[in-house]
């Protein structure tokens, strides 16, 4: 809290936030805080006044931000009797595979049609991954927030706020107007900027061009290059964007907010207490009742290494307490200054004591955890061509060595065999749960005949996959552990995207479009009209296939529904078009996601291509636990039995359930858990 004066207020205000921190707020800060909610009641503060009018309010997601930004702009238009002007974006298809990150999704196009160009600037700014506005609807004096670091010496800054002081514009590449250069004047900047030509804290921004990826209406992705100048509308900003910010008026939409440390951010913000306002009310639930066990494990933790910072820094601390860690250096600080020593200034909400003692945080070898192993970089290289593409050798005339035969042989069974194994799972460690889940499916379909779906998943082109089977490849020659198959792969998804860093929850949908991308189109989109005029819309480079928002009640009338009702209308004939899906080919594994439907999962389907019927069977399905947060799966072996696998139950070993077709129709759920995805593979 940045407070500028102290009142009797403030200081209510600041203990509620102190005790918020922890999740203890007294009924005592409950009520003050209630007193800060706007009302039209005489003597107090409302949204309406002209000190909170124009503010930008903290709110909990960016689609709630954009919509506020959206309704205040149009408000501020016509308070000021001016009309917006539209300014659009510059989006060309042309991106190459070297300029696109891994975390992007991985649809793409080669032109973008007319109607997907009026989609893509329809859409808010939250559809994209780098929150840059396909859009800008602007006036004079209009509240913006600069998302880019355009020059850091003259206060341009990402999240610096301001008002449109002026612009100038050109037509765009379709004839559309957009930016040229955008002035505008700064609010309350760090220091006064004086740029020649220009009033001050006048200051000039122009259009960048970013690679991003765009959601559609449908919930299709597409990568797409934009040049746009990087600013928003700021009636409205996300609790992480206000971080750091210090507001004389601080509007706070809590009702939105998720938690206490959310409603500490946005609360946090404030100046003064009556300098605060909060929309809608509040849940008291969300400040009071205490943090959570791992959280209060932190503060505590985060205590006792201040206290070791102040003692070094003043010279009292012991050669003694020392470590390569932080757990290992407070475990020494602990055995200095005894197990029950508690510093004065710790808060008294994760305040321990004989009755609630600290726990103590196991202490790891680092050298251990983290094991090199210089050979397969070695081995990694020589299986790469010079120019850096993986090799596929031909399938059709190259044997697999005498060794992986042999192997594979042991782990899937011989053709003519009618007793299979049990299907191996891997053993749970660091929130690796979603990735157990997908592993192990496609570890169990390549265990089935390693010498086939070994080249099918290397023939996709996908680093991953074919990182993921290499490392199979390694189980099989008895060189390597399953987890430590998984952990290899999982290690190198970590390095292209926030999403999957190693130890953090991540989910099913992030994984699979990593890896189960093509450079190969897999199917199609286009626009049917009744008299057969065809255009084509999208082209799709994945095995991975989302839902959405599609009415689909199982999976069997999803892949047989090649055809659905569309709005649009013929460019020709100005009829009514249908939205068309096809395979170029069908593929010989496809994954469905469908997370949170309830849609039926059926054992098998047919689908129609060039008027020949392909038949998949089902070969595993995930589930999400919602009150553990937890993935867990069943495996269907060759011969039609189901397995039950949860990676953190018996060691990765799975349970038998029985026949696959004594549970057709009750595969939506398992144990507690709703069906979030399943894996075919065709006949």
Request: net charge positive.
């Amino acid at each position: 809290m940045r407070q500028s004066k102290q009142s009797p207020e403030d200081t209510k205000l600041r203990t509620a936030l102190e005790n918020m921190r922890y999740k203890a707020c007294t009924s005592e800060d409950i009520n003050f805080l209630r007193t800060r909610i706007s009302s039209e009641q005489p003597g107090r503060s409302s949204i309406c006044s002209d000190s909170f009018r124009n503010v930008s309010i903290i709110t909990g997601t960016n689609l709630q931000k954009d919509e506020i930004n959206r309704l205040g702009a149009i408000r501020f238009a016509q308070e000021t009797n001016q009309e917006l002007t539209d300014f659009y974006s510059d989006d060309i298809a042309r991106v190459s595979s070297s300029e696109i990150e891994q975390k992007s999704r991985v649809k793409r196009v080669r032109e973008i049609s007319e109607e997907m160009q009026k989609a893509l600037w329809d859409q808010q700014p939250s559809t994209t991954d780098k929150q840059i506005a396909g859009k800008l609807s602007l006036c004079m004096g209009l509240p913006v927030m600069i998302r880019h670091n355009y020059a850091m010496e003259l206060c341009m800054t990402r999240g610096q706020e301001g008002y449109v002081h002026g612009w100038q514009s050109k037509t765009g590449s379709r004839g559309q107007r957009v930016l040229n250069t955008l002035f505008i004047k700064l609010k309350s900047p760090p220091t006064s900027v004086q740029i020649d030509g220009l009033p001050e804290n006048v200051v000039p921004v122009y259009p960048t061009t970013n690679i991003l990826c765009a959601t559609l209406p449908n919930d299709e992705c597409y990568n797409i290059s934009r040049t746009q100048v990087e600013v928003l509308v700021n009636f409205a900003m996300t609790d992480f964007a206000s971080q750091g910010k210090t507001r004389p008026f601080n509007v706070a939409d809590l009702n939105n907010l998720s938690n206490h440390q959310a409603y500490y951010t946005a609360l946090s913000r404030s100046a003064t207490a009556s300098g605060t306002l909060i929309l809608q009310g509040f849940d008291a639930r969300n400040m009071s009742g205490g943090c959570s066990g791992a959280l209060r494990q932190e503060f505590r933790e985060i205590e006792l290494l201040n206290d070791i910072t102040w003692c070094r820094y003043m010279g009292k601390l012991p050669d003694t307490v020392n470590g390569p860690t932080r757990n290992a250096i407070i475990e020494t600080f602990r055995e200095w200054k005894g197990i029950r020593y508690v510093p004065k200034e710790v808060h008294r909400a994760i305040r321990w004591s004989k009755r609630d003692p600290l726990l103590e945080s196991e202490v790891y070898d680092i050298s251990k955890l983290f094991p090199t192993n210089p050979q397969y970089a070695t081995d990694s290289k020589k299986r790469r061509r010079s120019d850096g593409n993986t090799q596929v050798h031909n399938i059709m005339t190259e044997r697999p060595t005498k060794k992986i035969r042999r192997l594979g042989n042991a782990i899937a069974p011989c053709r003519n065999s009618t007793h299979y194994p049990p299907p191996t799972g891997m053993k749970w460690s660091q929130n690796s749960c979603a990735y157990d889940s997908i592993f192990t499916i496609l570890f169990n379909i390549w265990c089935r005949d390693a010498d086939a779906w070994g080249p099918i998943f290397t023939q996709l082109g996908n680093e991953f996959s074919i990182l993921l089977i290499d490392e199979f490849t390694k189980y099989a020659c008895n060189e390597i552990s399953l987890e430590v198959a998984r952990d290899t792969v999982r290690k190198e998804l970590a390095k292209t995207s926030q999403y999957m860093r190693f130890g953090y929850y991540t989910s099913i949908e992030a994984i699979c479009e990593a890896i189960f991308t093509s450079h190969d189109v897999i199917y199609q989109t286009y626009y049917q009209c009744p008299d057969n005029h065809q255009r084509l819309y999208s082209q799709s480079h994945t095995i991975y296939m989302s839902k959405g928002r599609s009415p689909f009640k199982s999976t069997t009338e999803w892949m047989q529904t090649n055809s659905q009702q569309g709005t649009n209308r013929c460019e020709i004939c100005d009829k009514l078009v249908k939205i068309n899906i096809s395979f170029v080919a069908p593929p010989p594994l496809v994954i469905l996601e469908f997370s949170g439907s309830g849609i039926e999962v059926d054992i098998s389907f047919e689908v129609a291509h060039l008027g020949q019927p392909h038949k998949y069977n089902l070969a595993g399905v995930i589930y999400y636990r919602d009150a553990d947060r937890h993935f867990i799966s069943n495996i269907v072996a060759p011969d039609k039995q189901l397995w039950f696998y949860d990676g953190m139950s018996n060691g990765g070993q799975m349970a038998p359930s029985g026949p696959l077709a004594m549970h057709q129709g009750s595969l939506a759920t398992c144990r507690g858990g709703s069906a979030s995805a399943a894996f075919y593979v065709r006949a």
